[in-house]
């Protein structure tokens, strides 16, 4: 009995091995590459040298001059216009829409608003602004009528190609320089209600 395992031992050891190394050739690991040969299509290259990157020199930034401001003004006192006898302050609401007078003609009607003057004002732009309901293509509107200011005081000015029989909203818009910046600013200082041409 003890000899028949004595062999078992020896043999299965034999047996196991072949078997190993069967197993190992079917199951499709990597092999070595092929070193390149003159036939086969390998890139052969030659190692070259790195050459050195080239250096950069920086030179200190100048430094921008200082800049020089005038001397500060000091604000003086608030300045108060200068109105004429004729020019009632009480019939002007700063930064409201003010009320003007209609005086309706048949194709034209004169308008009458309060003007506050200043150095600044440019010009008074009036426009009428048909309230008749038209279908379609509307009428023609009689555009914008611009007005030199005076001094302060009332003002009038006629608007004319009106259609008659019809009502209006006559808007006056002034035009003042901007403080301190270029270009003008229009704003609609007096309107007035409905008008009907005669």
Do not use: H
């Amino acid at each position: 009995m003890l000899g028949i395992r004595k062999a078992a031992a020896v043999v299965l050891p034999m047996l196991a091995g072949p078997l190993l190394l069967a197993a190992c050739a079917s199951s499709g690991t990597a092999q070595a590459a092929p070193s390149p040969s003159g036939t086969s299509p390998w890139i052969w290259s030659t190692a070259g040298s790195v050459a050195p990157s080239p250096t950069t020199s920086f030179a200190p930034r100048a430094r921008p001059a200082a800049a020089t401001l005038p001397p500060a003004v000091s604000p003086s006192a608030t300045p108060t216009p200068n109105r004429s006898p004729a020019c009632d302050a009480a019939a002007f609401r700063g930064g409201a829409i003010n009320g003007v007078d209609v005086t309706p003609g048949t194709t034209s009607a004169m308008v009458t608003w309060f003007n506050p003057g200043g150095a600044d004002l440019v010009q008074y732009r009036i426009i009428a602004v048909s309230q008749d309901l038209v279908a379609g293509a509307q009428p023609e509107s009689p555009g914008w009528l611009t007005v030199t200011p005076g001094g302060c005081g009332w003002m009038s000015a006629t608007v004319t190609g009106l259609v008659p029989g019809t009502p209006y909203v006559f808007s006056v818009d002034e035009v003042r320089t901007r403080e301190g910046m270029d270009g003008t600013r229009a704003k609609t200082v007096a309107r007035s209600g409905v008008v009907s041409t005669t």
